[in-house]
């Protein structure tokens, strides 16, 4: 019995550390503090969304794929899941849906930040 109590409070100290996960991270870079995913993409906003609602058409998410939530994401905080023009559901940092760059190679990148005037590091 005490072996079961044990499994079942590893499992829900697991299931709470799981849950307050942030999908995304702080990191330093040479222009300041930004956004990235857990592998250290840089993440990206785009000045035409709206609130919780993407404005990138598929065409659009060629070029900056939808930062995409797992299959049962739930909003959290600050964070919230919207719609993506894929179908698929995207994490939103205080109301901004987010993206990463496909010119972006590797982790530490930023060469999305300011194109076309419209595209910034998420912060």
Request: net charge positive; aromatic share 8%.
């Amino acid at each position: 019995m005490r072996k079961l109590f044990m499994t079942i409070g590893l499992l829900a100290a697991t299931a709470l550390t799981a849950a307050a996960a942030e999908p995304a991270k702080m990191v330093d870079t040479k222009m300041g503090k930004a956004m990235a995913t857990q592998k250290g993409m840089t993440l990206y906003t785009f000045d035409k969304d709206d609130k919780d609602k993407s404005n990138c058409d598929t065409s659009c998410l060629k070029k900056w794929p939808a930062f995409h939530a797992a299959a049962k994401a739930k909003a959290e905080g600050s964070w919230t899941v919207v719609k993506a023009a894929d179908g698929k559901e995207m994490w939103a940092y205080e109301g901004k849906p987010l993206y990463t760059f496909a010119g972006d190679r590797k982790a530490g990148d930023m060469n999305g930040d300011g194109v076309g005037g419209v595209w910034h590091m998420a912060k």
